[in-house]
């Protein structure tokens, strides 16, 4: 059996504009790479970490605590290193905690004979994510384990549902180089809303499940709103209204904040609107002074992937 294993993490979108906290699907172009290698030392260590500047105190980062909980819960005869190579910037709202929190326990899970299945792997990385957003929640862990597209029917007891992916959907990313961090972002939230929004959001849910399942772009393009998050979250994501606008007047589904920002994603039918959409939105952020970065996906629907 393998000792070392190397991984492709994802990126993910999570809340996909109307399924805030429940909805979210999984890129392919963007990820970090992860390496877990196991070990006759019991217990768990991080021993690299290259990209950004994190903490290799396993308590103290996402990997590790996702990580420690699986050990503890499994108590396996070894130990575990972790070496992890990020290109996902933290707190860019496209799954950066996410990322290494699932890769973790993917990677552990592979190597001692795949005994959890996704649903077990979510439950343990969502006890990494929570050291980042300060709650417990999988939307952007399921897509990442999952692949595709995912629901968070439940997270106590955890129920994820997976969903299809229509086969010419892409997706089109800008992320300004500002941080958001999840707490902030969730803390400017209102606690109550009008009856009116809510009705609006979950019908915009329901048509958006129905769409994907089959492959209704229209229908997808007129599910894409959500009247109850993005009204207070963009005020924090400069240029956000330029960025929607132009967008969809260059051919996109739809238009909305990625996770908790700053990264907005747009959904197209077909590679060449989306790489229109990537010009469009391009020059938009370069009369501005803030540096940014911009990627064209398909959906990956198989999540983390074994690369070594």
């Not at 929640?137 to 969903?163: C, E, R, W, Y």
Request: proline content about 5%; aromatic content about 6%.
């Amino acid at each position: 059996m393998n000792k070392e294993i190397r991984i492709f993490s994802p990126a993910t979108v999570a809340n996909v504009a109307c399924g805030f906290d429940v909805l979210g699907f999984c890129l392919d172009t963007i990820g970090d790479e992860m390496v877990i290698r196991q070990t006759e030392q019991k217990g768990i260590k991080i021993t690299v970490i290259e990209g950004y500047d994190l903490p290799f105190e396993v308590e103290q980062n996402v990997a590790g605590v996702s990580a420690l909980a699986m050990y503890n819960s499994l108590q396996p005869d070894c130990g575990f290193e972790i070496e992890i190579y990020k290109n996902i910037k933290p707190g860019s709202g496209i799954g950066s905690s996410s990322a290494s929190a699932a890769g973790s326990v993917f990677g552990m899970n592979e190597l001692l004979g795949k005994p959890l299945n996704k649903t077990q792997l979510t439950h343990f990385a969502m006890k990494g994510e929570a050291l980042a957003s300060k709650c417990e929640h999988a939307d952007n862990l399921a897509p990442a384990i999952f692949g595709g597209f995912t629901l968070v029917k439940s997270a106590s007891p955890l129920q994820i549902l997976q969903l299809p992916t229509p086969s010419d959907l892409f997706v089109t990313l800008i992320h300004p180089q500002i941080e958001i961090k999840t707490s902030e972002s969730r803390a400017i939230l209102p606690k109550e809303i009008l009856l009116q929004n809510a009705i609006i959001q979950w019908a915009n849910v329901g048509s958006l499940v129905h769409a994907l399942h089959t492959s209704n772009y229209d229908l997808i393009k007129d599910a894409l709103c959500d009247v109850v998050i993005e009204p207070y979250r963009k005020q924090l994501i400069p240029h956000f209204d330029d960025v929607k606008n132009a967008a969809m007047k260059a051919g996109a589904l739809g238009c909305a904040i990625s996770g908790s920002g700053p990264s907005i994603f747009m959904l197209s039918k077909g590679e060449d609107i989306a790489k229109s959409v990537q010009k469009a939105i391009k020059t938009v952020y370069a009369k501005t002074n803030i540096a940014f970065e911009t990627y064209v996906s398909k959906i990956n629907t198989e999540g983390i992937k074994t690369i070594l």
